[in-house]
């Protein structure tokens, strides 16, 4: 089983939602710090937010707070990432990864310690 696959992706208009799902592995998903980044053409990678398996909680970078939502599975090792309200400036691969411990250092997500990458998934946003 791969460690990590992103789906849910595709195209959306401005102000619509998607939902993108992340389903891990049981070795990178119990008890570990799951987050979702994004990577749009020529940018560097900007963390999006962080979810802690263990007990759900949760952090979100500021550009995406109030607009993104991430929710779990357990029972299917998946991860959920509610994206409302959607931007042009959104767009872009998104990848969620695996690490033992979030590292959010004032309201940005980095990716410190995250050793497990999915393969991404599409968000073109635009009319």
């Known amino acids: 089983q791969a460690p990590l696959v992103e789906s849910g992706g595709g195209s959306v208009q401005p102000g619509g939602s998607l939902r993108l799902s992340c389903a891990a592995s049981t070795y990178t998903y119990t008890n570990n710090c799951i987050g979702w980044f994004r990577q749009a053409p020529g940018k560097e990678r900007e963390g999006v937010a962080t979810?802690?398996?263990?007990?759900?909680?949760?952090d979100y970078a500021d550009p995406v707070k109030g607009r993104f939502t991430l929710s779990l599975d357990n029972a299917k090792n998946t991860v959920y990432l509610l994206m409302s309200s959607l931007k042009p400036g959104d767009s872009g691969m998104y990848y969620c990864a695996a690490a033992r411990e979030c590292s959010v250092v004032a309201g940005v997500v980095t990716a410190t310690g995250f050793s497990y990458w999915g393969l991404g998934t599409q968000v073109p946003v635009s009319s």
């Open positions: 979810i802690y398996t263990a007990d759900g909680s949760t």
